[in-house]
């Protein structure tokens, strides 16, 4: 394999099939040389042509090796036999991650390996570290952690979800076919108008990124949409990373802005960690900011390098 820097496309085994990646290589690349490594982990409802295509060259930029890749049944990645796309089970994207470890210790050029998780990718990246000690820092910007706290609070909300995503996995079950939903309502149609008229936290900020007409919408980013698979709550509604945060050893940093609604996620999270940790916090940027908002990235990769380099 013949690697040049800047975006290469790679491909990786994770059960038994092989995940589509973007290996991002910092300029002046020489595979005789060792490079510190970070394996991305993107946010709900994301493909890697999203905040792996944004922050993969912005670290690379910063001297590292990135890899960013689409999960088990996500964009480029296939879905295993039998089942269906659009899939992102939150316990596959886990072993995925510990498989992009595997992966990135094949490579010769790879040094000490770092996760970076954004949004639901720091849930992700906090939950595989707690096991895998491959990865010896671990970085989590507007992380969803602590999620909990986001998801059941209230209780018959979480429930109404569960039952729909119940008789979701039984309709699958019975049919043999997929049964795709609109999990955050937005749909690959909708107005922003239309969208904001539902009073739904961070509309506006959400239709900025993931709407028809936003930066990263469906029809922008290549096999991008935001219809997914109906049971796929099942498995989200559970946040493994906060109930082992006081186990997790690795240096953390946690990068957040405590103004957005999310911000208990990584509110609570750090308040249970018991490692090095470190924790940055910018007033002036909300949650969806960092995914793509140039000063709110800069800051947020900025930060991380400076953590992974110490």
């Known amino acids: ?34 490079y510190k ?35 088990l049944g996500m964009g480029d990645s296939p879905a295993l036999p039998g089942e269906f796309m659009q899939s992102r089970y939150n316990f596959r994207l886990i072993e995925n991650t510990w498989d992009a470890v595997s992966y990135l210790g094949t490579l010769p050029f790879v040094d000490e390996i770092y996760g970076l998780g954004v949004c639901q990718g720091g849930q992700t990246i906090a939950s595989a570290a707690v096991t895998d000690h491959r990865i010896k820092k671990i970085a989590m910007v ?18 109404q979800i569960i039952a729909a995503s119940n008789a979701s996995m039984q309709k699958q079950y019975e049919t043999g076919e997929a049964d795709y939903v609109w999990p955050i309502v937005l749909n690959d149609d ?31 980013v290549k ?11 099942m498995q989200s509604l559970f946040s493994i990373c906060e109930h082992y945060a006081d186990k997790i050893t690795q240096p953390s940093l946690t990068i957040y802005s405590p103004t957005a609604v999310t911000a208990i996620c990584s509110i609570n999270f750090v308040e249970k960690l018991t490692n090095d940790h470190k924790e940055l916090t910018f007033d002036e940027f909300s949650h969806v900011d960092f995914y793509w908002k140039p000063e709110a990235v800069k800051a947020s990769c900025d930060a991380t390098a400076e953590f992974f380099n110490a």
């Open 223 to 233: 096999n991008f949409t935001l219809e997914h698979i109906g049971d796929q709550p």
């Open 190 to 220: 909708m107005t922003r108008e239309e969208f904001n008229a539902l009073g739904i936290p961070m509309s506006d900020d959400t239709y900025n990124y993931y709407g028809k007409d936003g930066v990263a919408g469906p029809g922008k």
């Open 142 to 159: 507007s992380g969803m952690m602590a999620s909990d706290a986001f998801q059941w609070t209230d209780r018959d909300m979480a429930h």
């Open 1 to 34: 394999m013949t690697l040049k820097a800047g975006k290469n496309s790679v491909t990786f085994k994770s059960y038994g099939v092989d995940l589509a990646g973007d290996l991002y290589l910092p300029e002046g690349f020489d595979p005789s040389k060792k």
């Open 37 to 71: 490594t970070i394996v991305g982990a993107s946010p709900f409802p994301q493909v890697k042509g999203q905040i792996p295509a944004t922050y993969g060259p912005e670290m690379a930029a910063r001297g590292f090796i990135y890899l960013g890749f689409d999960y």
